[in-house]
């Protein structure tokens, strides 16, 4: 069993920078590949960002390409997300994930386990 803490909530204005973390349990998050989800309200959870289990690859959605870091320390068992130039469309909650696989995936389904979600609000 795998349990994901999210961090770094937080309000800020458009143009401005956030850095979420995931905190991981247990002794085989460096075999996970880990991913960053999204819902806004009203919407579907949708892919952010992807990173394979050692970091060497990694994926994003076209709407945060460019702007969207995705990271890992696996001697911390945490994964980062670096958002800069952020816009009010990027406002939403924002998951964590884990797969028990070390290659990259971008559905939902694909991941095994969930955070509980960390509140990301981008003001005009």
């Known amino acids: 069993q795998v349990q994901l803490v999210e961090s770094g909530a937080g309000l800020v204005q458009t143009g401005g920078s956030l850095r979420l973390s995931c905190a991981a349990s247990?002794?085989?998050?460096?075999?996970?590949?880990m991913g960053w989800f999204r819902q806004a309200p009203g919407k579907e959870r949708e892919f952010v960002a992807a990173?394979?289990?050692?970091?060497?690859?990694?994926y994003y959605a076209d709407s945060v390409k460019g702007r969207f870091t995705i990271s890992r320390d696996n001697a911390e068992n945490t994964v980062y997300l670096q958002m800069n130039s952020l816009k009010p469309e990027d406002t939403a909650v924002y998951y964590c994930?884990?797969?028990?696989?070390?290659?990259?995936?971008?559905?939902?389904?694909?991941?095994?386990?969930w955070g509980q979600g960390t509140q990301v609000t981008v003001s005009s």
């Open positions: 994930a884990a797969r028990t696989h070390y290659t990259i995936a971008t559905g939902t389904a694909a991941y095994d386990y």
């Open positions: 990173i394979s289990w050692r970091g060497g690859s990694t």
């Open positions: 247990g002794r085989t998050f460096s075999s996970y590949a």
